[in-house]
């Protein structure tokens, strides 16, 4: 996409994502970025001091949540449509297959990441959990637990099924699906989850964290990472 210049030659629009360093959304959308060797502009909105609730971040995403990707006037919410977007305006090295059901079946795989078990356990969910139901949180780490392992049961039986050397999560080649799995990996070991019956997903993301571009858009690799 370029802007349009009446005095010289068009200029591309700048991709600029709000993010934060242990935002699993962000992190997924950062891996996309860097395989497609895209520059942006990182704005950091910090979750643990509420930056994602100030008016002028609720003016881009009402949801006040992360990520968001501007691009010139373009305003996009939600990391997997934003990945999908990234990918058909810039498709190497493409994240979804062209043939159709290749393509049905990472974003099945890429959507019970996001829905299935980052859905139950992203912050806004275990806040609520604390502040308005009461639970400490040793009850809150053991509800995120619960929702990682049996997501993971799942995806393992599946991963076994598709994944060609357990090297990615469909097929020979890295997908949307794998950018969802690393975050979620990374948190399921913030969470000290027994990742003991997952081998598979363990060697996947182990293989795939080696890359470099997964490996830049790791947490502690971020700017803004105070860890």
């Known amino acids: 996409m370029r802007k349009e210049d009446a005095s010289g030659p068009a200029e591309p629009a700048v991709l600029r994502l709000f993010t934060y360093f242990r935002s699993s959304a962000s992190y997924r959308v950062r891996i996309a970025l860097n395989l ?26 009402p949801e006040g949540l992360l990520p968001v990707l501007q691009h010139g006037e373009i305003i996009l919410t939600q990391s997997l449509a934003i990945i999908e977007y990234l990918d058909e305006l810039f498709p190497e090295p493409r994240l979804l297959p062209t043939q159709p059901a290749a393509r049905a079946q990472v974003r099945a795989l890429a959507l019970s990441i996001a829905c299935e078990i980052h859905g139950p ?43 060609s050397g357990r090297r990615y999560l469909l097929g020979d080649s890295v997908s949307i699906a794998d950018l969802c799995l690393v975050p979620q990996m990374y948190n399921a070991r913030r969470q000290q989850v027994d990742l003991s019956p997952f081998p598979t997903l363990v060697a996947i993301s182990h293989h795939l964290e080696s890359l470099p571009p997964f490996a830049a858009a790791a947490p502690e690799a971020q700017p803004d990472c105070d860890l």
């Open 121 to 163: 356990t992203n912050l806004r969910v275990t806040r609520y959990l604390k502040s308005a139901l009461g639970h400490d949180q040793e009850a809150i780490s053991a509800w995120s637990r619960h929702w990682i392992q049996v997501g993971f049961k799942a995806l393992e039986s599946r991963a076994i099924a598709a994944s």
């Open 36 to 61: 497609k060797g895209l520059e942006y502009e990182a704005v950091y909105r910090h979750l643990r001091y509420d930056e994602h609730l100030a008016p002028d971040y609720l003016s881009l995403n």
